[in-house]
């Protein structure tokens, strides 16, 4: 396996990929392992990943420095995505015990009943290069801490995060097992997902994988979470700070070079404000600083990689073929490297990519509505459902408009974003299922339900 800069073309490291015979074992260790660590009491498991996140205090700027080498994340961006890691690990190891207590339930009068939250096995992620250490922890570190263990199958071009994120796990003292990272392709996934030592699967990917892993492990019987793609919609009513929604939405739809699924990607703008809105959002668009991502300036980097540009590219070229109007951008940049630019569409025919597809790096796609309902309506216009931000100084109208929008997330005045606190995920084609918070914890254990009787009024008992 190979880790390239997008940046430089450069080769950073070549990795040799697990065989058949090296995944087994990894599986078996994994199985072993959750055998003993599940046992823990919960105190050891919550001191361990309280250690991660010390470990990752101690690293960030090594860790960061990783992953802008192998997939252009702008430096200051990959610094605090560190740090989101270290929070995520803080927060489990203060309240997994609390998530996980017995929860009892009043049946009947001397029957003692309640639900207990029990570890599955070992569960398998399946990881996207994006966000290659953050959606890796929000996965690890509850399931770590609720007893599973995990194995991580990360993208192809982020090998050097992969075995970093291992590191820290045997830095903070795990024991060997606990989380393994498989260094394989997509091909191999099949057959680790069938495999019976394999308890359940995450995926935070592409619609296509989350079908295909959803397929294989449900043949199998095996729970999965999945967290796909998005089309957010970004609503602006005629009441909105124009300024404010005008600068969150540039941020919102450039993070991370525009690659992240709870981007803002269709910016659905009422007729009263669209003017005003284009202008000083087009003005945010074309300040921001598209650069080299080791600058600390620097706010977009290359795409990650040459092929990912050129699909998008072709997607803005389709939609412009099909009469879209390009305000900014819309050409990749003349330098090495898969550098594009912010770019605005408007005009955007309804049968378009930029109307109809989700757009993976920095382009927005402008709509004009005429009033709140059309705003809804060309806010669910999508298969998607992840993530939805709307602007309004009116509260009660904006919660009105967040029960309406088909989505997993709604933020009011805000851009859509993760926070350990509370629940990440979608509906319709982003997938389903929770990570994070209360909820996120609960998706990968046994939702054991115990009845106990009182020994005196049992009629049978042990002779
Ligand atoms: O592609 C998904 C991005 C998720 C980013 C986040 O959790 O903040």
């Known amino acids: ?113 309640y639900v207990s939250y029990e570890p599955l096995g070992p569960v398998l992620a399946v990881m996207p290069w994006n966000f290659p250490f953050w959606q890796v922890f929000r996965f690890a570190a509850p399931n770590l801490t609720a007893g599973n263990v995990g194995l991580l199958k990360h993208a192809s071009n982020v090998p050097g995060c992969a075995m970093a994120i291992q590191e820290v796990f045997e830095e903070a003292g795990y024991p060997d097992g606990a989380f393994t990272t498989l260094l394989v392709g997509s091909d191999k996934m099949e057959d680790v997902i069938a495999d019976d030592r394999l308890a359940a699967v995450t995926l935070t990917g592409s619609e296509p994988a989350g079908r295909a892993v959803a397929e294989t492990a449900g043949s199998h019987l095996k729970k999965t979470v999945l967290e796909l793609g998005g089309s957010d919609p970004f609503v602006v009513l005629p009441d909105a700070d124009i300024e404010d929604a005008a600068k969150t939405g540039a941020r919102a739809r450039c993070i991370n070079s525009g690659q992240s699924c709870i981007a803002a990607k269709r910016f659905v703008v009422h007729d009263d404000v669209y003017d005003e809105f284009m202008d000083e959002f087009a003005a945010e668009m074309e300040s921001l600083t598209v650069g080299d991502p080791m600058d600390e300036d620097t706010d977009i980097g290359p795409q990650a990689r040459e092929d990912l540009m050129n699909d998008l590219h072709e997607q803005v070229e389709e939609s412009v073929d099909a009469g879209a109007t390009v305000e900014l951008g819309g050409e990749p940049l003349d330098r090495d490297g898969p550098y594009y630019p912010p770019t605005v569409l408007t005009e955007i025919p309804e049968d378009s990519p930029a109307a109809r597809e989700e757009l993976f790096g920095p382009v927005a796609s402008v709509f004009r509505v005429s009033d709140v309902e059309e705003a809804i309506r060309r806010a669910n216009d999508t298969t998607y459902g992840l993530g939805a931000s709307v602007w309004t100084q009116d509260k009660r109208r904006a919660k009105e408009v967040a029960r309406e929008i088909e989505a997993g997330m709604v933020f009011v005045n805000e851009l859509v974003k993760s926070d350990p606190r509370l629940p990440f995920g979608g509906v319709k084609d982003s997938g389903y299922g929770r990570e994070l918070s209360e909820h996120g914890i609960h998706e990968f254990v046994n939702e054991k339900t115990t009845w106990v009787s009182d020994v005196s009024h049992s009629e049978g008992g042990v002779e």
């Open 1 to 113: 396996m190979e880790s390239l800069n997008p940046a430089t073309g450069d080769v950073i490291d070549t990795f040799d990929e697990d065989d058949e015979s090296a995944v087994d074992e990894k599986l078996q260790r994994a199985t072993d392992t959750y055998d003993e660590w599940h046992r823990q009491p919960i105190e050891e498991r919550q001191r361990l990943i309280s250690n991660a996140a010390d470990v990752l205090r101690e690293n960030k700027r090594e860790y960061a420095e990783t992953m802008t080498a192998e997939m252009g994340k702008p430096i200051e961006s990959a610094v605090s995505e560190v740090e989101k890691c270290a929070w995520v690990c803080d927060y489990y190891a203060e309240h997994a015990a609390e998530f996980l207590q017995d929860e009892h339930i009043g049946t009947e009068p001397d029957v003692e009943s």
